[in-house]
Structure formats: C-alpha cells, structure tokens
C-alpha cells in the first residue's frame, strides 16, 4: 500500500484512503480512523476515571455488571458488554467469550488446547480462555482478516 504524507500550515486536518476493492488491510485503516482516540469513563470507587482503550487488557461482565481491566486496576463500567463490543469495534479488540472482550495488543502468547480453545497469556502473565465458538475468528483476525 502506497501513502503519502502532507504537512500543512493552515485549514483543516484531513485523510483521504483510496481504494481498488475492499481488503483487510483497507479494512482495518477505516476502523483505526473512524474509532479514534475514544475514551472510555469507568469507575473505582467512587471516583470516576477516564479511561483510554490502549489501556485495557479485557473487559469482563460478571453477574451482570461488566468491568474493565488495566495492567493495575479494575474498574466498573456502566456500559453493557454488547455496547462496549460495538463502542470498541476495531482491529484490537475481539469477543472471545460470551462473557469477555479481549484487547489483542495486550496478548503476549498463545497456546492451543482440546476442544478447539485457545489459551491467551496476557502482558500481565494473565491467562484468557477464548472459547471453541470465537476460536476460529480469532485465527482468522490474527492472520488479518476481520472475524464474522
């Protein structure tokens, strides 16, 4: 893929992506542009903290509150995990249980297990088990592709 940068001293910022046909890697340059820097705001305690995404290991619903997981905190967040899998709907997080987002940055290895699961090593030495139903995307999303 050919880019070309542009410096400007004044107007607005702005990004151009032309295309032949629609790749995974085009793919991908669309996601990272339309999501941005968001940011997210959960709680711990009762103080609220703003959250960035490239923070985040995973994030996990239990008992029906879900919770986002730093490298040092754990914090309550009042959306529901279907709305964070949407909100977070880029190439580096993946739903990789019913229950659990994962932040693919944050893998530090991988190892295969019976039944067609993976078990995930998180940068924290956390493991993560991505369950039979989302393997096969999650290979699929390692190799480049989007998962379904």
């Known amino acids: 893929m050919k880019f070309t940068v542009i410096k400007i001293a004044e107007g607005e910022d702005e990004v151009i992506l032309k295309y032949r046909s629609m790749t995974p890697e085009t793919e991908r340059m669309i996601h990272l542009l339309q999501s941005g820097s968001k940011r997210l705001v959960g709680m711990k305690g009762k ?3 703003v959250l960035s995404k490239s923070e985040i290991l ?10 986002a997981y730093t490298q040092e905190d754990v914090l309550r967040l009042e959306d529901t995990l279907s709305q964070l899998e949407h909100l977070l709907n880029d190439i580096n997080f993946f739903r990789c249980s019913k229950s ?8 530090k290895c991988l190892r295969s297990l019976p039944s067609n699961r993976i078990d995930a090593t998180m940068c924290n030495g956390e493991h993560i088990l991505i ?9 699929k999303r390692l190799k480049g592709g989007r998962a379904q």
């Open 47 to 49: 103080t609220q903290v």
């Open 100 to 107: 659990m987002i994962l932040n693919i940055d944050k893998v």
């Open 131 to 139: 369950s039979r139903t989302y393997a096969s995307d999650f290979r």
């Open 58 to 67: 995973y994030i996990e619903s239990v008992d029906g509150k879900t919770f």
